[in-house]
């Protein structure tokens, strides 16, 4: 598919008033997208577990215009509160997505959010926020498009989200997502996410992620400042060719289910991803003293164990605790009794592989 095949066609039966309401989860890379085009595509191919617990509700109203110009006009509450300062990086996604969706324009709107973690936990609230809006907008592109397909509602509704914010893109569907060309799966692509195409080992289905909150302040630099970061990076180069072969390497791990080395391969990605913005120019250290002890406690918890517990990283200072449904009574005695200290007012978010986003 092009981008062209996503560019919709002129409706003459738009309803005067419709809503929508979507919720949708977050996702947790394991090969992770750090580096970007203009159009935001990918550098490398990344892989994802979408979650099930951390998600976004959102209602989408919309009310037809008398006057059609070019103002985008909307507003945003969350959790009832109108929220301005959500709204710039909203209208930017209106505007970008205007040329696939220019039925949008007849519209004014009201968006209604809510997220199931708390706002302020450092967890980016961006992949789950931006995949329910998307989805709000091809439910009423589906409505005015009775012959829409299912497979195209759902590529279309990744290609959008990944207009809004990249990663959003891979926490439409459940399970393990791929978005990124790769020479060795055919269905790859830039554009969106798809469903991850091979066989995977049961183990992975229902992997559980417990997110330890150890930072719950605004992030020093946004996901967008660091994938600009790697423009001029050093390692730019170097970085993308290494995610390629993990995705290769990933991908008989998750066939195999070789939980041993999938620790391995997690967990140098998450530090490889600190150590590029660690190497930035500006350089930026996003771990805190309690994310290090976490890692620590979490590889000597291993070692004595042999439980294939492991951690990953966002882009920040929260710390993603992955391990399988076998030995998990041990994994969440040894996070009660070991690592919830080192969390904000001990807080943590036990979640797991889920099945994409609902319409509610
Ligand atoms: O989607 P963005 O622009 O917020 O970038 C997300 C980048 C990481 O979360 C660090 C990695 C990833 O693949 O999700």
Not at 107 to 133: C, D, Q, R, V
Not at 219 to 248: C, D, F, P, W
Request: net charge positive.
């Amino acid at each position: 598919m092009s981008e062209e095949n996503f560019i919709a066609n002129n409706f003459t039966n738009l309803p005067d008033t419709t809503s929508y309401t979507w919720s949708s989860p977050s996702n947790i890379a394991l090969v992770k997208y750090w580096g970007k085009n203009q159009n935001q595509t990918p550098k490398n191919t990344s892989i994802s577990f979408t979650l099930s617990n951390s998600r976004t509700i959102t209602i989408l109203e919309l009310n037809k215009r008398n006057k059609v110009d070019n103002n985008i006009l909307f507003d945003v509450y969350y959790k009832g509160k109108k929220m301005d300062e959500f709204k710039s990086k909203i209208e930017l996604f209106f505007r970008n997505i205007l040329k696939y969706c220019s039925y949008l324009k007849e519209y004014s709107f009201k968006i209604t959010t809510e997220n199931t973690f708390p706002h302020s936990s450092g967890i980016a609230s961006s992949a789950s926020g931006m995949s329910a809006l998307a989805l709000c907008i091809m439910s009423l592109e589906k409505d005015l498009d009775c012959s829409m397909k299912e497979d195209f509602f759902y590529k279309k509704a990744s290609f959008l989200s990944r207009i809004g914010s990249g990663s959003a893109c891979r926490s439409i569907l459940g399970g393990i997502n791929l978005w990124g060309k790769h020479v060795d799966i055919e269905q790859s692509t830039d554009l969106y996410s798809i469903k991850y195409p091979f066989d995977i080992c049961k183990d992975f289905l229902d992997y559980n992620d417990t997110i330890l909150l150890v930072d719950t302040e605004p992030k020093q630099v946004s996901s967008s400042e660091g994938h600009k970061l790697m423009k001029n990076h050093i390692y730019a180069e170097e970085r993308y060719k290494i995610a390629q072969k993990n995705v290769t390497k990933l991908k008989s791990i998750l066939k195999n289910g070789n939980l041993h080395s999938f620790t391995s391969l997690i967990e140098q990605e998450a530090m490889m991803l600190h150590a590029l913005m660690m190497t930035s120019n500006p350089s930026y250290v996003l771990i805190k003293p309690n994310t290090l002890k976490i890692i620590n406690s979490i590889k000597s918890f291993r070692e004595t164990t042999k439980i294939p517990v492991c951690f990953t990283l966002d882009a920040g200072a929260n710390v993603h605790v992955l391990y399988p449904k076998e030995g998990e009574n041990e994994v969440k005695l040894f996070i009660e009794s070991e690592l919830k200290e080192y969390c904000k007012n001990n807080s943590f978010i036990l979640d797991k592989v889920g099945t994409g986003a609902v319409q509610l």
